[in-house]
């Protein structure tokens, strides 16, 4: 049902929508949304002829306000002004101790809230801890129990600056949000899940996509022994990496690569540092790595995109293209849309297998189009792709994302620095980044803006730790940082080969929980609220965060190896690595770790499939694939499951387990996993391990003492 409002409107009262109560108050146009679950007080819509300048609409506003219920959850707002207003927002306000999450990747401050916050919505630009951390989506989430999504690419800003009030405004005649309101009090995850179906969710990406993967930011110099080129600095990386049995699935070449001005733009490889780039791609993928290569919306100067842009007028307007290293297409114009696509197929056609998509947010266009283009040159890059590969066949990533670009692109947090700043800011990134969606998440291991003597080993170690409990594993080598070359030692080699292992046995686990964001828009990486609601003292925690369910991750972000780690009420944890010590929910320990551990804890309960699902460059030895399924029975927790998602037909599985404390007993099924492996159960007295037989099967244990009892 649709409900116009009309400036004579003062009270309207909807008793055939069960979401909802709607008020016109005194404003007039504010509304007022109640049920058990949670209280939304739209206070105002706002209107005016600039950003700044935007108030409440009041009796002078002309044009059409409508509402709309489209499910039990949603609200749908329409406003369309028919005067000068060309600014469109809306104001929300909330008890001043609640607090709003969302909108930007950026964590300011190092904050998980966004509390004092207030800036347009846009790439952040240079900032404390992370250069260019700019994924973004005009949605926010309030523990008022709603979310809020204006469902624009135009121009907008957000403002979180006054106590228990959120704002937006949009350069817009047309706008059209969403109140969402969770499913149950205090279920957060409903809101994500709503606010994806309207927006967009991830596709799941290749086996090879969850890395690790290895590049350099410049891999045409910083040469060792007998290499000469750009080939060859690949190779000498791929023969230490089987050396040293360090797992890795895809490499990527940053710029410089190609021919021209800045490199890119004659869309080639440059046969000085790539002489013979088929064979070279193809001899990339014979050893276990997908390859693929910078690109951007920039046409740099004198290069070809920047020819035919120059004779077709597809450059915007105005902007230097030796100041701005090349001003951007506006592939608005489907001619300049198709071109720069057509001439992506140069890579494809030699075997790349995905983009870095960079930039698009540096001054090469204007502000107001940075939305609307970055979407749209991701999906030109997906096109190309897709065309070439097919979906999900492909790993493409970028650091400047909006959320309509979710299901084209997944995303790394820009350029973090090289220090325990850079680490803090970019754990915070990484569980703001769920919140709005982007799941299939990674950052630069160690850091991207680095100094002369950085990253330090303790630092890179820390950062490899994290990296292994992240969607993507994803680590830069070279130009005078490289593990296995000075200063560096035999010690950091070890943790990156323990950490590639750890992370490469965790895919069918991250498998599983992506396939779910595909589903569902709950994210791998989940601040703490999402899964222990309950406990108001994680609210603002923005150095931990559950992996999945199973996992509690608390990252080392200072130098030393020691922090307090915080236990959520509503579970005990183990210590997952040794697995001896349990810790009560409610509780902070102090732990001091040297770096071949990190703090990771396993939920009780917790069903765990690990296994090695993809060869990658395992080449060092007869590679076979291998799954196991680890399972923490607690009688605290009397049924677990968990979906697993894999096998040789890539299908969900059911694995649960049923624990009877006065019987003293643990059952565990499960359904067909497309393979055979080991379960094993840990408790007090050792594992107990079984085989795991086809199309599934049940075990049951009796006299199980459990770790956690």
């Known amino acids: 049902m649709k409900l116009p409002i009309t400036a004579t409107a003062i009270a309207i009262y909807l008793s055939d929508l069960p979401v909802a109560t709607f008020l016109s108050n005194s404003a007039p146009y504010s509304v007022y949304i109640h049920n058990d679950k949670s209280t939304v007080n739209n206070s105002a819509i706002l209107v005016g002829s600039t950003n700044a300048s935007a108030t409440p609409a009041g009796a002078s506003f002309s044009g059409q306000i409508t509402y709309e219920t489209i499910s039990p959850q949603v609200v749908k707002v329409q406003v369309h002004t028919n005067n000068n207003f060309s600014f469109i927002g809306a104001r929300f306000n909330t008890p001043t101790d609640d607090l709003f999450y969302g909108v930007w990747e950026y964590p300011f401050s190092n904050k998980l809230a966004n509390t004092n916050v207030s800036f347009d919505l846009k790439g952040v630009g240079n900032a404390d801890g992370i250069n260019w951390s700019n994924a ?86 910083d040469f060792h022994e007998s290499v000469s080129n750009a080939q060859e600095n690949y190779y000498d990386v791929i023969n230490h990496l089987y050396d040293n049995k360090i797992r890795a699935t895809s490499m990527f070449a940053d710029r410089p690569y190609g021919t021209g001005n800045s490199s890119f733009g004659n869309f080639d490889f440059d046969p000085k540092f790539y002489p013979n780039p088929k064979e070279f791609v193809a001899n990339l993928s014979k050893f276990g790595f997908d390859f693929q290569v910078w690109v951007a919306n920039r046409a740099f100067l004198d290069t070809q995109l920047f020819n035919a842009s120059i004779e077709n007028n597809w450059l915007f307007p105005g902007i230097d293209p030796v100041q701005f290293q090349g001003p951007a297409l506006n592939l608005s114009i489907p001619a300049a849309y198709n071109y720069f696509k057509d001439r992506l197929s140069a890579f494809t056609d030699v075997g790349v297998k995905g983009y870095k998509i960079d930039r698009g947010e540096e001054g090469e266009m204007p502000v107001s189009e940075q939305n609307i283009q970055i979407a749209l040159f991701e999906q030109l890059c997906y096109e190309n792709m897709v065309e070439k590969w097919g979906v999900s066949n492909y790993y493409t990533f970028a650091r400047n994302a909006v959320d309509r670009s979710r299901s084209r692109t997944y995303v790394w947090n820009g350029d973090s620095h090289s220090n325990f700043t850079g680490l803090a800011y970019t754990v915070a990134s990484g569980i703001r980044s769920g919140l709005l969606g982007f799941s299939q998440w990674g950052s630069d291991t160690g850091g991207y803006v680095r100094g002369t003597n950085d990253p330090t080993e303790e630092l890179w170690a820390r950062w490899m730790y994290f990296s292994a409990f992240s969607p993507s594993y994803e680590i830069m ?165 968990f979906k697993y998602y894999g096998g040789k037909q890539n299908r969900t599985s059911q694995i649960a387990t049923e624990t009877n404390k006065s019987k003293r007993s643990v059952r565990i099924t499960y359904d067909d996993l497309g393979t055979t492996g080991k379960l094993v159960v840990f408790g007090k007295h050792g594992n107990n391990t079984y085989q795991l037989d086809e199309g599934g099967g049940d075990v049951t244990i009796a006299d199980f003492d459990s770790l956690f009892d």
């Not at 704002?167 to 005649?173: A, K, L, Y």
């Open 136 to 221: 973004r989506a005009p949605f926010f989430i309030t523990t008022a129990g709603y979310g809020v999504y204006a469902d624009t690419l135009e121009t907008g800003s957000f403002d979180f600056s006054t106590p228990g009030q959120a704002q937006f405004v949009f350069n817009t005649r047309n706008l059209t949000y969403y109140i969402i309101q969770q499913k149950s009090k205090d279920n957060y995850k409903s809101i994500i899940q709503e606010y994806t179906s309207l927006s967009s969710r991830i596709e799941m990406p290749p086996d090879s996509g969850y890395g690790p993967e290895f590049w350099s930011d410049d891999f045409t110099m």
């Open 477 to 641: 080598v070279g130009t005078g940082h490289t593990p296995w070359y000075p200063p560096y030692t035999s010690r950091l080699i070890n943790v990156l080969r323990d950490t590639a292992q750890l992370h490469t046995e965790l895919i069918p686990y991250i498998k599983s929980y992506t396939y779910q964001a595909t589903q569902t828009g709950v994210p791998v990486i989940r601040a703490l609220f999402l899964e222990y609601p309950e406990d108001k003292n994680v609210y603002e925690t923005s150095d931990t965060y559950a992996f999945g369910s199973e996992f509690l991750v608390a990252p080392i972000v200072t130098a030393g190896g020691t922090r307090d780690v915080y236990f959520p009420w509503g579970s005990s944890y183990l210590e997952y690595f040794n697995k001896t010590q349990v810790f009560s929910g409610g509780s902070t320990h102090s732990v001091s770790l040297e770096w071949e551990y990190a703090p990771i804890y396993v939920r009780e309960g917790a069903i765990i499939p690990k296994g090695d699902i993809f060869e990658g460059n395992h080449k060092w030895s007869t590679w076979k694939p291998w799954l196991g399924i680890e399972v923490f029975p607690s009688y605290g927790v009397a049924n677990s499951n």
